[in-house]
């Protein structure tokens, strides 16, 4: 009787919470969202619980408290409307102890809520429940123990090279097969500008809105349309808009070479879901899995491009890159050379060293040279290129031959070298870990000083596993260094068939250039600069009967070329 007159007394909200996880659901349809309703609904009836209002999370973990529902709930809470909490067991709560104790030991006592799990016949009202604790004990072991069986699961399919993260934008899950990916034609096409783009020269603050000017949608608003899920911000207003970090993330993705990667994050326990980076050499990589939207060659190519200096942010938007951006160096610090326009009475586009001592760097000079002079004299040197292939086609190649032999043996034997030290050092750091822990067995160390030596030892022998294979990665790949040399001399009939230069080609001939600091004064000023190009490096081009040139690039600006040996 006393009960029921509690009951009567009772002013407010009667919230009838209910919770549904995916774990959950393995149990069968008793936890299920309806069947929990119809419980509670029940119990609320026949007990004289009025004014009752459902909290429901449906497909959200007990672990994590920060659920839709349950948050409602709490808003309501505070603001006083809520009376009594009745859920179908203590489980539906949470399944972390120190939280649903916080909250049936101090949130809900606080606010003279009165809190009932029905299975677990727990009730406030009857004072404290000794058996509850160790019920809230239980069910977070439970979730551990199913964190545990879904973490084995997820390694086990992550090693067996089975994609374990959505498709990235420009693919889709085979319908036939949804461990498999499939390209998407027209977001495809999207991720091939986007690159094209990078290699004509242009920046991801550029792209971004050449894409927003083309009215290209954004990934989370193209997958909307389609209907498919992916987490991220779904309440941008204006479905075109890209962003710069959107665009270095697509440029990024290795999987656009047709790769699955696997472990690039993971979290520290059940309890906590936020995703840390994975070190790389954690990653699980199976390559050429699926249909590649872009070949392994350009995408590299790209993350040269990405990976060097940062470039200074432009300050007007009118100083659009120069299709020699990333390619000039200083021929004396190494430093990148930015490109920006000189205000004079004529606006002259050039570049100078990004290390420059006047701009807080350490190099002496700027290395100033303009951007007129160096396309002239690429453009030179690459005709001198071009002729001499035309002329002597078998000369060329055998040149390139033996410049690719010989820098291959030099390589190889550098890296055989380097691999071999790693080899010994990786055996002697397994001997001293065995013999440490020998010592620590027989007390010879403590085990403080053991724990200190075996990490130490550890750390390093993962340090020697990750350079052991990439040095053997990196001799594996000395074997293509001829097909290079062929690849170089198809660039080269490229230029040949063109009358103009352009980003991508330069970008497929050249690695890099070093521009060194004027010498001389007045008309006896040089200026010396080197082309490296790729594959294989720096090549001293024979006499081909050139004669010195000189071109007037701009009014009252003149420029001589005059071919030297580097």
């Given amino acids: 009787m006393q009960s029921n007159k509690k009951d009567k007394d ?5 919230a009838l919470y209910c919770r549904l996880s995916r774990d959950d659901g393995m149990e069968g349809d008793s936890n299920s969202v309806s ?36 948050q409602k709930m709490l808003e309501d809470m505070d603001m006083g409307y809520i009376s009594v909490v009745i859920v179908k067991d203590m489980s539906r709560l949470g399944r972390d102890y120190l939280q649903v104790g916080y909250y049936t030991d101090s949130y809900f006592p606080d606010r003279n809520i009165r809190f009932i799990a029905v299975n677990d016949c727990v009730d ?3 004072g404290e429940n000794e058996l509850a604790p160790f019920r809230n004990v239980m069910n977070e072991m439970y979730a551990r123990d199913i964190s545990r069986k879904v973490r084995s699961s997820h390694r086990i399919r992550g090693n067996a090279g089975e994609p374990l993260s959505q498709p990235p934008y420009g693919y889709l899950k085979d319908p036939n097969n949804k461990k498999r990916w499939i390209i998407e034609p027209e977001a495809a096409k999207v991720v091939r500008n986007i690159f094209r783009m990078r290699l004509e020269g242009k920046g991801n603050e550029t792209i971004a809105r050449i894409l927003q000017e083309s009215e290209i949608k954004i990934p989370m608003a193209y997958w909307f349309e389609r209907g ?18 959107t665009i270095a993330r697509i440029l990024a993705q290795q999987e656009y070479c047709g790769d699955v990667i696997n472990f690039k994050t993971y979290s520290k326990s059940f309890k906590n ?21 872009i070949d392994r060659d350009t995408f590299e190519l790209v993350q040269k491009l990405v990976g060097k200096t940062k470039r200074r942010s432009r300050k007007k938007p009118e100083e659009e890159r120069h299709m020699f951006s990333d390619l000039l160096y200083c ?19 050039c570049f100078s060293c990004s290390n420059y001592k006047g701009d807080r760097g350490t190099c002496p000079t700027t290395h100033f040279i303009r951007a007129d002079s160096i396309e002239y004299v690429v453009m030179k040197e690459l005709q001198r290129l071009a002729k001499f292939l035309k002329s002597d086609e078998l000369t060329f190649a055998n040149m390139l031959a033996e410049k690719t032999n010989k820098d291959m043996i030099a390589e190889q034997k550098h890296l055989q070298e380097e691999l071999q030290k790693a080899v010994v050092r990786n055996d002697t750091v397994l001997k001293l870990y065995e013999k440490v822990y020998e010592d620590n067995a027989m ?40 097909q290079n040399k062929e690849s170089f001399i198809s660039a080269v009939r490229k230029f040949m068939e063109m009358k103009t230069l352009t980003g991508p080609l330069l970008r497929e001939l050249i690695d890099h250039i070093d521009v060194y600091h004027i010498e001389g004064k007045g008309k006896n000023r040089t200026q010396r600069v080197v082309i490296h190009y790729r594959f294989v490096g720096y090549i001293e081009i ?25």
Wanted: hydrophobic share 30%; charged share 30%; glycine share 8%.
């Fill in 10 to 14: 009772i002013i407010g909200i009667t």
């Fill in 331 to 349: 021929g004396d610090c190494g430093s990148k050379m930015w490109f920006h326009i000189k205000k004079n009475k004529i606006p002259l586009p």
């Fill in 542 to 566: 024979p006499d081909t009967d050139d004669e010195n040139y000189i071109v007037n690039t701009r009014q009252g600006v003149a420029v001589e070329y005059i071919p030297q040996s580097a």
């Fill in 228 to 245: 498919l899920g992916r987490g991220g911000k779904k309440s941008q207003p204006n479905p075109y808009k890209w962003c710069k970090s």
């Fill in 35 to 70: 069947n929990q309703k119809k419980l509670l609904s029940k119990y609320a009836k026949e007990n004289g619980f009025t004014n009752t209002r459902y909290y429901v999370d449906d497909g959200y973990t007990g672990t994590n408290f920060n659920r839709p529902g349950f």
């Fill in 273 to 293: 879901k936020t995703r840390i980076e994975n070190p790389v050499e954690n990653w699980a990589i199976f390559k050429n899995v699926h249909e590649p939207i």
């Fill in 124 to 126: 406030s009202a009857d």
């Fill in 443 to 482: 007390g010879k160390v403590t085990d403080e000083w053991f724990m200190q030596l075996s990490h130490k030892y550890e750390v390093e022998r993962l340090e020697l596993k990750t350079k052991i294979s990439e040095l053997k990665e990196q001799i594996d790949n000395l074997s293509s260094m001829e």
